[in-house]
């Protein structure tokens, strides 16, 4: 009980630091516009840059990721570090995660910064079909991220390692094998560098994709346990969900470029924008594509779920033991503290999984059609 309620008590935190952040960005991007804020930086970026349109994107979107660091940085103290140590669940001191929080922040702002540049070069180049150029270039974009994350994003945090425990390794490979995935695709991950949670992905394209088991999750999990994970993860593979994901993703990006075409076409002259290709109106842009993702979260978030059940039925057809799968999912909502009641209006809108709960009580109902 006294784990319920630590767990409970966790997630009741986090829910409510994910509707103040749901609120605040909005906001904030508000301010900037109503302010003249926005305005205010595009001149300085301009002083800065003199004539060069590169110049100006460049030195406004510092200014505008200063603006936003201001109230991102306390927010992630309290969410990243505070808290998980709070409960328990941090490995890292704070000069670790002030490091990792450093090298996350210089990754996002580099590549958001490649991606703005191209944005408003289409803009200029061709005002009247921006949005679909633009979004062809974040398909392609999103498809290189696919398969260069596993291999270059994610060995700047983490390190890969092949499975020490001999005896899980053959398990893992024959289950690997037997559904035809290349058996030298499975690794393990040192997670536990900064948490104590357990977590496994199948992940990349092509080449690059691999199934990904925390240390946390095989050093605390038995090896059926593990082998459930697994078969989940195959599941993901077999069924092709990185490509389906990723299509549904482009969808709901290609509404969100096309909205914001229309939506600033609209409103630029009203607030003063020599035209879309102005800076200043960024905030009024990034705002129209949050509005949009808000809209269509549940949509996006639903399909995930989704592409879950059905991974969740394939370990079950699978491996055939649906015990050793609600134990695993037990012990996956207890090491990780997840919510074992969340509210039903929260699961639909913010979870891109099932709860545990009810992954739970489907594999006791496949328990019983079984007989």
Same mark, same amino acid.
């Given at each position: 009980?006294?784990?319920?309620?630590?767990?409970?008590?966790?997630?009741?935190?986090?829910? @409510?630091? $994910? #509707?103040?952040?749901?609120? !605040?960005?909005?906001? *904030? %991007?508000?301010? &900037?516009?109503?302010?003249?804020?926005?305005?205010?930086?595009?001149?300085?970026?301009?002083?800065?840059?003199?004539?060069?349109?590169?110049?100006?994107?460049?030195?406004?979107?510092?200014?505008?990721?200063?603006?936003?660091?201001?109230?991102?940085?306390?927010?992630?103290?309290?969410?990243?570090?505070?808290?998980?140590?709070?409960?328990?669940?941090?490995?890292?001191?704070?000069?670790?995660?002030?490091?990792?929080?450093? @090298?996350? $922040? #210089?990754?996002?702002?580099? !590549?958001?910064?490649? *991606? %703005?540049?191209? &944005?408003?070069?289409?803009?200029?180049?061709?005002?009247?079909?921006?949005?679909?150029?633009?979004?062809?270039?974040?398909?392609?974009?999103?498809?290189?991220?696919?398969?260069?994350?596993?291999?270059?994003?994610?060995?700047?945090?983490?390190?890969?390692?092949?499975?020490?425990?001999?005896?899980?390794?053959?398990?893992?490979?024959?289950?690997?094998?037997?559904?035809?995935?290349?058996?030298?695709?499975?690794?393990?991950?040192?997670?536990?560098?900064?948490?104590?949670?357990?977590?496994?992905?199948?992940?990349?394209?092509?080449?690059?994709?691999?199934?990904?088991?925390?240390?946390?999750?095989?050093?605390?999990?038995?090896?059926?346990?593990?082998?459930?994970?697994?078969?989940?993860?195959?599941?993901?593979?077999?069924?092709?969900?990185?490509?389906?994901?990723?299509?549904?993703?482009?969808?709901?990006?290609?509404?969100?470029?096309?909205?914001?075409?229309?939506?600033?076409?609209?409103?630029?002259?009203?607030?003063?924008?020599?035209?879309?290709?102005?800076?200043?109106?960024?905030?009024?842009?990034?705002?129209?594509?949050?509005?949009?993702?808000?809209?269509?979260?549940?949509?996006?978030?639903?399909?995930?779920?989704?592409?879950?059940?059905?991974?969740?039925?394939?370990?079950?057809?699978?491996?055939?033991?649906?015990?050793?799968?609600?134990?695993?999912?037990?012990?996956?909502?207890?090491?990780?503290?997840?919510?074992?009641?969340?509210?039903?209006?929260?699961?639909?809108?913010?979870?891109?999984?099932?709860?545990?709960?009810?992954?739970?009580?489907?594999?006791?109902?496949?328990?019983?059609?079984?007989?």
């Amino acid at each position: 009980m006294a784990d319920k309620e630590k767990a409970k008590e966790y997630q009741e935190i986090r829910r @409510k630091l $994910t #509707l103040f952040q749901l609120i !605040l960005t909005p906001a *904030l %991007l508000g301010i &900037l516009i109503a302010s003249g804020w926005t305005f205010g930086m595009r001149q300085n970026a301009v002083a800065f840059a003199g004539g060069s349109d590169w110049g100006v994107v460049a030195v406004y979107f510092i200014l505008f990721s200063l603006f936003f660091l201001v109230f991102d940085l306390p927010l992630s103290f309290y969410s990243g570090f505070f808290l998980e140590h709070q409960f328990g669940l941090s490995n890292q001191n704070f000069s670790q995660w002030l490091m990792e929080l450093l @090298k996350k $922040t #210089l990754l996002s702002f580099a !590549l958001s910064l490649g *991606l %703005l540049e191209c &944005l408003y070069w289409i803009i200029r180049v061709d005002p009247a079909h921006w949005w679909f150029w633009s979004w062809a270039a974040y398909a392609f974009v999103s498809y290189i991220l696919g398969k260069v994350f596993p291999v270059v994003i994610v060995p700047l945090f983490y390190k890969y390692g092949r499975l020490e425990d001999k005896e899980l390794e053959t398990k893992v490979l024959k289950l690997a094998s037997r559904f035809e995935m290349p058996v030298g695709n499975v690794y393990a991950l040192n997670l536990s560098k900064t948490t104590k949670k357990a977590n496994a992905a199948f992940m990349g394209i092509g080449r690059t994709k691999r199934v990904v088991l925390s240390d946390t999750l095989i050093e605390n999990f038995t090896h059926v346990e593990v082998e459930v994970v697994v078969a989940h993860e195959l599941g993901h593979y077999k069924h092709h969900d990185v490509w389906r994901l990723l299509s549904f993703g482009l969808v709901a990006s290609l509404i969100a470029f096309a909205t914001g075409f229309f939506g600033m076409n609209a409103l630029a002259s009203a607030l003063l924008l020599g035209s879309t290709a102005d800076v200043a109106g960024l905030p009024l842009l990034f705002l129209i594509f949050y509005v949009v993702n808000l809209i269509l979260m549940p949509l996006m978030n639903g399909y995930s779920r989704r592409r879950e059940w059905a991974a969740d039925i394939f370990a079950l057809k699978a491996l055939e033991t649906p015990e050793t799968f609600i134990s695993c999912m037990e012990k996956l909502g207890e090491q990780n503290l997840a919510d074992p009641e969340p509210p039903a209006w929260y699961e639909w809108f913010f979870y891109d999984h099932p709860s545990i709960v009810k992954r739970i009580e489907m594999a006791k109902n496949w328990k019983t059609d079984i007989g």
